[in-house]
């Protein structure tokens, strides 16, 4: 497997976290439906963040 | 040997906090550079930032997931944190590593949504607290499943299948419009 598809599989989120995903998407939704930046700035860097989970 | 239960226990809190403290350490870092770096984008009009963001969002996608990948290559460090950041000490190598992790910039970035999160924040001009909400955000995120992983292996159950399989098939969708959305936002209000 190359290593970036290695790379892309070892650092997606686990399945058991997949509700992980519900934050960001919570906080996000209430910035756009506020046009709150507080909610849309925590969610866009928490997705981010998550995204990245697994990187070493 | 190994430590009575208790004291494993309370060793691994401050393990978990320690990583913790240095990736919000990090993520601030690199949130407050590019929270520096927005000003330069200060004199164009709130059209021109969302095209130049909707440009450079479409460049990215393409060269990370789509017909550019392997033809152009985005910016990254394209290495592991070594394993020597633990040596000293296994506190302080949490530390070093989540500092290290948080900034964001010091190992591979496989995944689209750190790059459309660099281009919305240069482009959106947000005020110092939302740049730094973005990097506590980004911390939590990085940290958070790490955390609930090391919490699983501490209490001896290890990383089971419930850990190792992966939600794969809807994530790099779903990051890549929450960030677009998100950033989109950010910059057009």
């Known amino acids: ?56 | 040997m190994l430590l009575p239960p208790k004291r494993r226990s309370l060793r691994d809190v401050r393990i978990v906090g320690a990583y913790f403290a240095g990736s919000l350490g990090g993520a601030l870092l690199t949130a407050l550079s590019a929270w520096l770096a927005s000003g330069f984008t200060e004199p164009l009009g709130a059209t021109s930032r969302v095209v130049l963001f909707a440009l450079a969002a479409a460049l990215i996608v393409l060269v990370k997931r789509g017909p550019l990948a392997g033809r152009l290559a985005l910016p990254e460090n394209r290495r592991q944190i070594p394993a020597e950041v633990f040596g000293a000490s296994l506190i302080r190598g949490a530390l070093r590593f989540g500092f290290e992790m948080g900034t964001g910039v010091r190992t591979y970035v496989p995944t689209a949504a750190p790059y459309l999160l660099l281009a919305g924040l240069l482009l959106a001009r947000p005020t110092l607290g939302a740049a730094l909400l973005v990097g506590l955000g980004f911390a939590l995120g990085r940290a958070v499943p790490m955390v609930v992983q090391m919490a699983s292996i501490a209490s001896g159950e290890g990383p089971s299948e419930f850990f190792l399989k992966r939600t794969r098939e809807y994530e790099p969708a779903l990051v890549i419009v929450l960030v677009l959305a998100g950033a989109g936002m950010l910059i057009w209000r």
């Open chain 1, 1 to 56: 497997m190359p290593l970036e598809a290695r790379l892309e599989r070892a650092t997606s989120v686990p399945r058991g976290l997949g509700w992980i995903w519900l934050l960001p998407a919570a906080l996000v939704g209430w910035g756009l439906a506020t046009l709150n930046a507080v909610p849309a700035a925590l969610g866009v860097g928490l997705a981010a963040g998550v995204s990245l989970s697994g990187s070493v």
